[in-house]
C-alpha cells in the first residue's frame, strides 16, 4: 500500500461538513471530496459527552489529534483512519454538542473568536494511502481505532462490505428502528457496536448449519436482506407468542435462536406458562434465573438448568449429627436407605464425609431448602436418588 503524508487544516477538513443524526454518522467533509463514513467504517460512537469533549479538549490545548488516514479513492478519498475524530470536531463546529470552558458551557459559536480561530487552524496531519480493496481492508482488521478496537462483527462488516451488510445495517444497526425498543427486550448489545445485527445473523446461521463468516460470504452481493429479517422476525414474534406477560430481564441476551429451533414446533398454554414463569421467577431456590425459559419450554423436566440451591454445610452438618444419635440408638445404619434393606450396609455408619444431602421432598413437587426436608444419604444411595 502506498502511503503519502499531507497537512490539512480543522478547516478545510471539516468544509461542507454534514452529519446524519438518523444514521448517527458524519457523512462529508473536505467540501464535499471527503468520504468520512466508508460503508466498511463503523458508526459513531464518540458522542458520549467525554471523548467527544476530549478531542475538542485536545485542539484548544494544541495537542496534536495523531495520525489520521485517508483511502485516495476515484473520486476523493475516505477516512480509513480517524472518522471518530473529524466527526467529533465537525459536531463541535457545526453546533452538535457543547464543552465546559472554565465552568461555562459554550459551544463553538460562543467560543471567543481567538478560540474559534484556533480550532479552525489546527493542523491534521493525514496519510494519503492507495492500494487495492483487500490492502486496505487487510490493513483496516490489523488497526485499533483510536484505543477503540473493532469488535468481531465491525471486522465481519468490513471484511464482507457490500450491498448485503450496508442493508443488514440499515435493519439492525439503526437505534432510531422502530422495532429496536421491542427486539432489546430479547436481544442483548448496542446497535451501534452492530451487536443486534451480530445476533441476528448468528441465528439466521445456526438455523442453516454454517458460520456467520459464511453466510455473509454467501450473501455479500445481495440487494435485500429478506432472508435474515424473515427468520429474525420469526424468532421474535414466537417468543411473543409463547411468553404473553411483558418481558423481564432475565429474557435478555438468551440464546432465542437455538430455542426457537428446539422448541417452535410444540404447542405450548401461555397462561400456565405464565403463572409458572412468575413462581420460578420469584422462587429463593432457583439461583440461575436465566435458566427459567429454557426449563419451561423444555417441560419443566431438566432442573440443573435452574441451578436449585444446595444445602449449606450447617445444615447439613445438623442433619448428619440428628440422623446419626438416632441410628445408632437404634443399632441401625446412618443412611435410612442402607437401614431398610437387607445388604451389608445395613447396621454401617458412615461418616459425614461419606454421605450427601439429599430434599426428602423434591424441590420440584414444592420441598425446601432446609433442615425439615435434609436427608443425608451414603453417596451410593444419593446417586442413585438423584438419577432416577
Ligand atoms: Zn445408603
Same mark, same amino acid.
Given at each position: 500500500?502506498?502511503?503519502?503524508?499531507?497537512?490539512?487544516?480543522?478547516?478545510?477538513?471539516?468544509?461542507?461538513?454534514?452529519?446524519?443524526?438518523?444514521?448517527?454518522?458524519?457523512?462529508?467533509?473536505?467540501?464535499?471530496?471527503?468520504?468520512?463514513?466508508?460503508?466498511?467504517?463503523?458508526?459513531?460512537?464518540?458522542?458520549?459527552?467525554?471523548?467527544?469533549?476530549?478531542?475538542?479538549?485536545?485542539?484548544?490545548?494544541?495537542?496534536?489529534?495523531?495520525?489520521?488516514?485517508?483511502?485516495?479513492?476515484?473520486?476523493?478519498?475516505?477516512?480509513?483512519?480517524?472518522?471518530?475524530?473529524?466527526?467529533?470536531?465537525?459536531?463541535?463546529?457545526?453546533?452538535?454538542?457543547?464543552?465546559?470552558?472554565?465552568?461555562?458551557?459554550?459551544?463553538?459559536?460562543?467560543?471567543?473568536?481567538?478560540?474559534?480561530?484556533?480550532?479552525?487552524?489546527?493542523?491534521?496531519?493525514?496519510?494519503?494511502?492507495?492500494?487495492?480493496?483487500?490492502?486496505?481492508?487487510?490493513?483496516?482488521?490489523?488497526?485499533?481505532?483510536?484505543?477503540?478496537?473493532?469488535?468481531?462483527?465491525?471486522?465481519?462488516?468490513?471484511?464482507?462490505?457490500?450491498?448485503?451488510?450496508?442493508?443488514?445495517?440499515?435493519?439492525?444497526?439503526?437505534?432510531?428502528?422502530? *422495532?429496536?425498543?421491542?427486539?432489546?427486550? =430479547?436481544?442483548? /448489545?448496542?446497535?451501534?457496536?452492530?451487536?443486534? #445485527? &451480530?445476533?441476528? %445473523?448468528?441465528?439466521?446461521?445456526?438455523?442453516?448449519?454454517?458460520?456467520?463468516?459464511?453466510?455473509?460470504?454467501?450473501?455479500?452481493?445481495?440487494?435485500?436482506?429478506?432472508?435474515?429479517?424473515?427468520?429474525?422476525?420469526?424468532?421474535?414474534?414466537?417468543?411473543?407468542?409463547?411468553?404473553?406477560?411483558?418481558?423481564?430481564?432475565?429474557?435478555?441476551?438468551?440464546?432465542?435462536?437455538?430455542?426457537?429451533?428446539?422448541?417452535?414446533?410444540?404447542?405450548?398454554?401461555?397462561?400456565?406458562?405464565?403463572?409458572?414463569?412468575?413462581?420460578?421467577?420469584?422462587?429463593?431456590?432457583?439461583? *440461575?434465573?436465566?435458566?427459567?425459559?429454557? =426449563?419451561?419450554? /423444555?417441560?419443566?423436566?431438566?432442573?440443573?438448568? #435452574? &441451578?436449585?440451591? %444446595?444445602?449449606?454445610?450447617?445444615?447439613?452438618?445438623?442433619?448428619?449429627?440428628?440422623?446419626?444419635?438416632?441410628?445408632?440408638?437404634?443399632?441401625?445404619?446412618?443412611?435410612?436407605?442402607?437401614?431398610?434393606?437387607?445388604?451389608?450396609?445395613?447396621?454401617?455408619?458412615?461418616?459425614?464425609?461419606?454421605?450427601?444431602?439429599?430434599?426428602?421432598?423434591?424441590?420440584?413437587?414444592?420441598?425446601?431448602?432446609?433442615?425439615?426436608?435434609?436427608?443425608?444419604?451414603?453417596?451410593?444411595?444419593?446417586?442413585?436418588?438423584?438419577?432416577?
Amino acid at each position: 500500500m502506498k502511503t503519502d503524508l499531507k497537512h490539512y487544516t480543522v478547516a478545510e477538513v471539516v468544509e461542507g461538513f454534514v452529519y446524519n443524526d438518523y444514521e448517527g454518522k458524519g457523512l462529508y467533509g473536505l467540501a464535499g471530496k471527503l468520504t468520512i463514513q466508508p460503508e466498511y467504517q463503523r458508526n459513531y460512537i464518540y458522542n458520549d459527552g467525554k471523548k467527544d469533549v476530549a478531542v475538542i479538549d485536545s485542539l484548544l490545548k494544541g495537542y496534536p489529534l495523531g495520525l489520521i488516514y485517508f483511502n485516495v479513492t476515484d473520486n476523493g478519498f475516505e477516512v480509513l483512519d480517524g472518522q471518530q475524530r473529524i466527526t467529533s470536531v465537525g459536531r463541535f463546529v457545526t453546533g452538535k454538542f457543547a464543552i465546559r470552558l472554565d465552568g461555562r458551557e459554550q459551544v463553538f459559536s460562543s467560543l471567543p473568536a481567538d478560540l474559534q480561530q484556533k480550532i479552525l487552524d489546527s493542523d491534521l496531519l493525514v496519510y494519503h494511502c492507495e492500494g487495492d480493496e483487500k490492502e486496505i481492508k487487510d490493513w483496516f482488521k490489523t488497526i485499533n481505532i483510536a484505543g477503540v478496537p473493532l469488535n468481531a462483527q465491525e471486522l465481519l462488516n468490513a471484511i464482507y462490505s457490500g450491498p448485503f451488510v450496508t442493508e443488514a445495517k440499515k435493519e439492525f444497526s439503526n437505534s432510531q428502528n422502530a *422495532n429496536m425498543h421491542k427486539w432489546s427486550s =430479547y436481544v442483548k /448489545g448496542d446497535p451501534k457496536r452492530q451487536e443486534i #445485527l &451480530a445476533e441476528a %445473523l448468528a441465528w439466521v446461521a445456526d438455523s442453516q448449519g454454517v458460520g456467520v463468516d459464511a453466510y455473509l460470504a454467501q450473501h455479500r452481493g445481495d440487494t435485500g436482506i429478506a432472508g435474515l429479517k424473515t427468520y429474525f422476525t420469526s424468532v421474535i414474534d414466537w417468543i411473543g407468542s409463547v411468553f404473553t406477560r411483558p418481558p423481564d430481564k432475565e429474557m435478555r441476551g438468551l440464546d432465542w435462536g437455538s430455542l426457537y429451533e428446539r422448541f417452535h414446533a410444540q404447542s405450548y398454554n401461555a397462561a400456565a406458562l405464565n403463572t409458572d414463569a412468575e413462581q420460578l421467577l420469584a422462587d429463593p431456590a432457583v439461583q *440461575n434465573r436465566k435458566g427459567i425459559y429454557e =426449563y419451561l419450554l /423444555g417441560g419443566k423436566t431438566d432442573s440443573q438448568l #435452574l &441451578a436449585i440451591r %444446595l444445602f449449606d454445610d450447617k445444615t447439613k452438618a445438623v442433619a448428619y449429627q440428628q440422623q446419626t444419635q438416632k441410628a445408632q440408638s437404634n443399632g441401625v445404619s446412618n443412611c435410612p436407605l442402607c437401614a431398610v434393606g437387607d445388604n451389608a450396609n445395613k447396621t454401617r455408619i458412615y461418616k459425614q464425609t461419606e454421605m450427601d444431602a439429599d430434599h426428602v421432598t423434591a424441590w420440584s413437587k414444592g420441598g425446601n431448602t432446609d433442615l425439615a426436608n435434609c436427608e443425608m444419604l451414603c453417596i451410593t444411595h444419593n446417586r442413585a436418588k438423584v438419577n432416577r
